[in-house]
């Protein structure tokens, strides 16, 4: 069974939190840090796509009133809120066995069934509508984009536990409704306790085995 990094990170740099995400496909595809299940968070902002569409989501002026930067991510897709309450998740990992020829529905598809089993194991059903995100009945709690190079590939998402949903719903044009997992749930659950399991769902749903690493000072170079 291959063997993959787990990182977790909680940086309050939101800046390099993102440049971090431009960063791994690179270093990875080149041999030079390991692929890497990421678990971090980052401080209240708003995070657009790569080529920019999806500021047409942002409300611009309440992000101006409630002092969220926008930021840019390296992959498609719409805009996202961060805070400190929403869990984000990212695997990067080298084109070779399963990945070496998969595509974006395929890799959307083996982080979807990530979630799905994290959200079973707090006794909820969810369901997965590719491009669009994963849902608890008419909530969604997840959203996740893919980047696929030559020599890497990404998926990355958000999982809502218990971020502040009003600031997002101020901050953002949100095409569907929104919840948290600590709302569907009905108590407190701790994030250190939902990155756990996801971190094994992640690992179980791409077949990998994960070992605690460290963050390198090349990842730190070229970010």
Do not use: Q
């Not at 971090?20 to 401080?43: D, Q």
């Not at 608890?136 to 999982?159: E, F, P």
């Not at 600590?182 to 939902?194: F, H, K, Q, R």
């Not at 971190?199 to 990998?208: E, M, N, Q, T």
């Amino acid at each position: 069974m291959p063997r993959w990094r787990l990182l977790r990170t909680r940086w309050a740099d939101r800046e390099l939190n993102l440049a971090f995400e431009w960063a791994l496909p690179r270093l990875v595809g080149r041999y030079l840090c390991p692929s890497t299940i990421r678990l971090w968070t980052n401080p209240a902002c708003v995070v657009i796509g790569r080529s920019r569409r999806s500021l047409a989501e942002v409300r611009l002026e309440a992000c101006r009133e409630l002092k969220l930067p926008v930021l840019r991510r390296p992959t498609a897709g719409g805009a996202v809120y961060h805070d400190e309450g929403n869990l984000n998740w990212t695997v990067v990992a080298r084109r070779k066995g399963v990945l070496r020829t998969v595509g974006p529905s395929e890799l959307e598809e083996l982080a979807a069934k990530a979630i799905l089993r994290l959200l079973a194991s707090y006794g909820l059903e969810g369901r997965h509508e590719p491009r669009k995100g994963v849902f608890v009945g008419r909530y969604k709690l997840s959203g996740m984009a893919m980047y696929l190079a030559r020599d890497a590939v990404m998926v990355h998402g958000t999982l809502l536990v218990s971020s502040d949903l009003g600031r997002l719903r101020a901050a953002l044009a949100c095409k569907y409704e929104v919840s948290n997992l600590t709302d569907l749930v009905g108590s407190a659950i701790d994030l250190t306790e939902v990155e756990g399991r996801l971190a094994g769902c992640l690992a179980d749903a791409f077949g990998v085995e994960l070992v605690e690493g460290d963050v390198r000072a090349v990842e730190l170079s070229m970010a």
